[in-house]
Nanobody, 116 residues
Framework: QVQLVESGGGLVQPGGSLRLSCAVS????????MGWYRQGPGPQREWVAH???????NYADSVNGRFTISRDNANNMVYLQMNSLKPEDTAVYYC??????????WGQGTQVTVSS
């Protein structure tokens, strides 16, 4: 079973930055696309961004221009650079395949809290 381990979250002030990491126990070369998702106070897990094996990226409108997704196929890692963070970015962040119809079991996620 593929394992996903997210890390890099924390407490940051508005306007600050964080870099999230996702370690994947599967050869990333074999995965079409990986995404980042987040779950805030509401019940729904929200798609944030995804990146394909060819490097094409797509972002939710709410993070476009502030977040950057990247992948390191050689080391089976996926990253999310988050800049200009806002309080509404506060959530638990998860990585998984994209689209979710191909999802692996979810990891534990990493908490991001944006607050002054």
């Amino acid at each position: 079973q593929v394992q996903l381990v997210e890390s890099g979250g924390g407490l940051v002030q508005p306007g600050g930055s964080l870099r999230l990491s996702c370690a994947v126990s599967e050869n990333l070369f074999s995965i079409y696309a990986m995404g980042w998702y987040r779950q805030g106070p509401g019940p729904q897990r929200e798609w944030v961004a995804h990146i394909t094996s060819t490097g094409d990226t797509n972002y939710a409108d709410s993070v476009n221009g502030r977040f950057t997704i990247s992948r390191d196929n050689a080391n089976n890692m996926v990253y999310l650079q988050m800049n200009s963070l806002k309080p509404e970015d506060t959530a638990v962040y998860y990585c998984n395949q994209w689209p979710l119809v191909r999802a692996y079991n979810w990891g534990q996620g990493t908490q991001v809290t944006v607050s002054s």
